[in-house]
């Protein structure tokens, strides 16, 4: 039986709040670098302990922040950011399972506070107060990192992300100036040291914008019109496993290449009057890190409203995004937090993180946190991971989010191109009009230079409900289901599902299995249309190790020919709770399964069986 390890104690600081903008573009007596999620009291690691903020483990234990390490430490986070000492021992049975080694380090990503104290294995709070504020233009807020159900613990550390501040100068901008004016602002303002690029209300009119390092651009209620952007940059990078889309970042309203702390605060708007759908983007940034987007609308963003690639600490909140195409693409990102974001309307995925091969190198996406959002997407995925894949992907929580549409799926997940994905949770997710509830899939499309398939491990659903299921991008909305299909020796492994509810239509006809994913390798047969037919109403699962369903209902309008549960290839089996609606034929179909449990599941009698050839209950 799988656990998850010791709940982490969440603590909030304060964070110093600016001090007053100086009119002009001077010099300050020292620019500041950035600070942690933890704010200015952040508390201190080191060998009697880790705190908040600056994940650590030690000789005597660690705390929240990273894994834990250390001689009586217990087991802490999962693989990520501050991973304990070596000798720990990862258990297949433990969820997440956490490192416990000897000796420890301090993590990446904190940074010791000031007035902090720490003690073992416990938080300190230290600094001056229990909140931080996550927007630049607000004196002081509560850094809200999502309320998690109860008995669920998030694998990835918000409070490690790194937030930008910048000096006390201001660089303004003059009512109506042009794209010269604005671009020597932010000149100006990154020679001098860094500082505020400031902008007068009204509308301008305006062709890419070059970010710098320093700089934070303030809109103070502007809206920003794209007219035009930059020529596409020559491809560099000799491999290709993406498309052209996502080669190019210089073709963008907004963009900028291997920058340190940059901002884009409002209130305000961009927007444009027709940015091209297949090529050209909003916000584009490449190998960057400390960025900061927070408290403006988007809307005509062309390809994509924001494609960051390889860059690092990313923080997105309170943004509202009407996307032409797609929302925000995360390409090999880490340490990131994005928090009270609506994201509606736009034909591609609203909120997809990806690994291809335009960084030139396999990168690891780690420690990323999506909370208190809304999404939906007309013809794609709502929470994607893919299609790209050929980074890992690790210590990922997702929570507190509304699904309002998902034309090929409300969640995905998809290994095509050798990524391992593990170390996951979903927690609190409302789903209604998707195709697809659920869908995870290792397949053998393999466009990079990695010619082995990858698996998934470790991820767990919780408190997630779907309704009013459609066809979207399916033949039909009777052909869609929660799908974990796996590979035969590219197992899914760990998977649980915890108080998941989904009402179906109904109406199906029985049907074969459909295509192996170790079949699938056409450039585009990742796409959940070709997981076709389905044998089952409401979940399918193939090549697993170790399935959890636990207080899982499906219903369903119509009478359905297949049964709820069709499984095949799965070792570790357990059914606890399981209610499905089905009034032709058998509830539940096996084939080799072994050390099968049933309980609190009827009409079916509880049951416990080591090896399964094939049987219907």
Same mark, same amino acid.
């Given at each position: 039986m799988q656990t998850w390890p010791r709940a982490r104690r969440w603590t909030f600081l304060l964070l110093a709040a600016p001090a007053a903008l100086a009119i002009g573009c001077r010099s300050p007596a020292s620019p500041d670098s950035s600070t942690s999620h933890a704010g200015t009291g952040g508390a201190t690691g080191g060998a009697t302990g880790g705190a908040t903020g600056g994940a650590t483990g030690g000789a005597t234990g660690g705390a929240t922040g990273g894994a834990t390490g250390g001689v009586g430490g217990t087991s802490g986070s999962a693989v990520g950011p501050g991973i304990g000492g070596s000798g720990g021992t990862h258990s297949a049975s433990t969820l997440l399972g956490g490192a416990s080694g000897s000796g420890g380090m301090v993590g990446s990503g904190g940074r010791s506070g000031t007035g902090g104290t720490t003690t073992p294995q416990t938080t300190s709070a230290g600094g001056t107060g229990g909140?931080?504020?996550?927007?630049?233009?607000?004196?002081?807020?509560?850094?809200?990192?999502?309320?998690?159900?109860?008995?669920?613990?998030?694998?990835?550390?918000?409070?490690?992300?790194?937030?930008?501040?910048?000096?006390?100068?201001?660089c303004p901008v003059a009512a109506g100036a042009n794209t010269a004016a604005v671009n020597k602002a932010i000149a100006d303002c990154n020679a001098a040291g860094g500082g505020v690029v400031t902008f007068a209300a009204g509308t301008y009119s305006l062709g890419s914008l070059h970010l710098m390092s320093n700089v934070k651009l303030d809109l103070r209620g502007a809206t920003l019109r794209n007219t035009g952007t930059d020529p596409a940059e020559p491809y560099s990078t000799p491999v290709h496993c993406s498309d052209e889309g996502h080669r190019h970042w210089h073709n963008a309203f907004l963009w900028g290449e291997n920058l340190t702390r940059v901002a884009v605060v409002g209130p305000g708007t961009l927007t444009s009057t027709g940015l091209d759908f297949d090529a050209e983007k909003m916000i584009a940034l490449k190998g960057s890190s400390e960025l900061l987007f927070?408290?403006?609308?988007?809307?005509?963003?062309?390809?994509?409203?924001?494609?960051?690639?390889?860059?690092?600490?990313?923080?997105?909140?309170?943004?509202?995004?009407?996307?032409?195409?797609?929302?925000?693409?995360?390409?090999?990102?880490?340490?990131?937090?994005?928090?009270?974001?609506?994201?509606?309307?736009?034909?591609?995925?609203?909120?997809?993180?990806?690994?291809?091969?335009?960084?030139?190198?396999?990168?690891?996406?780690?420690?990323?946190?999506?909370?208190?959002?809304?999404f939906s997407s007309t013809n794609c995925n709502a929470l994607q991971i893919g299609s790209e894949t050929w980074g890992d992907f690790q210590n990922i929580s997702w929570s507190n989010i509304k699904v309002l549409r998902g034309g090929k799926s409300g969640i995905g997940i998809q290994s095509n191109d050798g990524a391992v994905i593990r170390n996951m949770s979903y927690d609190n997710i409302t789903m209604a009009n998707v195709s697809f509830p659920i869908f995870m899939s290792v397949t053998s499309i393999l466009r990079a230079s990695t010619k082995t398939p990858g698996h998934m491990e470790n991820i767990r659903f919780s408190n997630i409900t779907a309704t009013d299921i459609i066809a979207g991008n399916n033949a039909s909305a009777q052909q869609?289901?929660?799908?974990?299909?796996?590979? *035969?020796?590219?197992?899914?492994?760990?998977?649980?599902?915890?108080?998941?509810?989904?009402?179906?239509?109904?109406?199906?006809? *029985?049907?074969?299995?459909?295509?192996?994913?170790?079949?699938?390798?056409?450039?585009?047969?990742?796409?959940?249309?070709?997981?076709?037919?389905?044998?089952?109403?409401?979940?399918?699962?193939?090549?697993?190790?170790?399935?959890?369903?636990?207080?899982?209902?499906?219903?369903?309008?119509?009478?359905?020919?297949?049964?709820?549960?069709?499984?095949?290839?799965?070792?570790?089996?357990?059914?606890?709770?399981?209610?499905?609606?089905?009034?032709?034929?058998?509830?539940?179909?096996?084939e080799t399964t072994k050390n099968l449990t049933i309980t609190g599941s009827p009409p079916i009698a509880d049951t416990s069986l080591p090896s399964v050839d094939k049987k219907s209950f």
């Open positions: 909140i931080r504020s996550t927007t630049e233009a607000k004196d002081a807020g509560v850094r809200d990192t999502g309320v998690l159900d109860a008995g669920v613990t998030r694998p990835s550390t918000p409070e490690t992300v790194k937030v930008p501040t910048f000096p006390d100068r201001t927070d408290n403006f609308k988007m809307s005509n963003t062309g390809h994509f409203a924001f494609l960051l690639t390889g860059c690092t600490d990313i923080t997105m909140t309170n943004l509202t995004i009407n996307p032409s195409r797609d929302g925000v693409d995360l390409m090999q990102c880490s340490n990131v937090y994005a928090s009270k974001l609506t994201i509606t309307g736009g034909g591609d995925d609203a909120f997809a993180l990806k690994s291809d091969c335009e960084m030139g190198k396999r990168m690891v996406s780690d420690n990323i946190t999506v909370t208190d959002s809304t869609t289901a929660i799908v974990l299909s796996g590979q *035969t020796g590219n197992f899914l492994k760990n998977i649980v599902l915890d108080r998941v509810t989904v009402d179906f239509p109904g109406g199906g006809k *029985t049907s074969g299995d459909p295509p192996e994913g170790s079949t699938l390798t056409g450039a585009t047969s990742y796409n959940p249309r070709y997981m076709n037919p389905l044998p089952a109403y409401g979940l399918f699962g193939r090549h697993i190790q170790g399935l959890e369903l636990r207080k899982v209902t499906f219903t369903h309008a119509q009478v359905d020919a297949r049964p709820a549960l069709v499984g095949r290839d799965i070792s570790g089996l357990l059914l606890d709770t399981f209610k499905a609606d089905n009034a032709v034929g058998s509830l539940i179909e096996l």
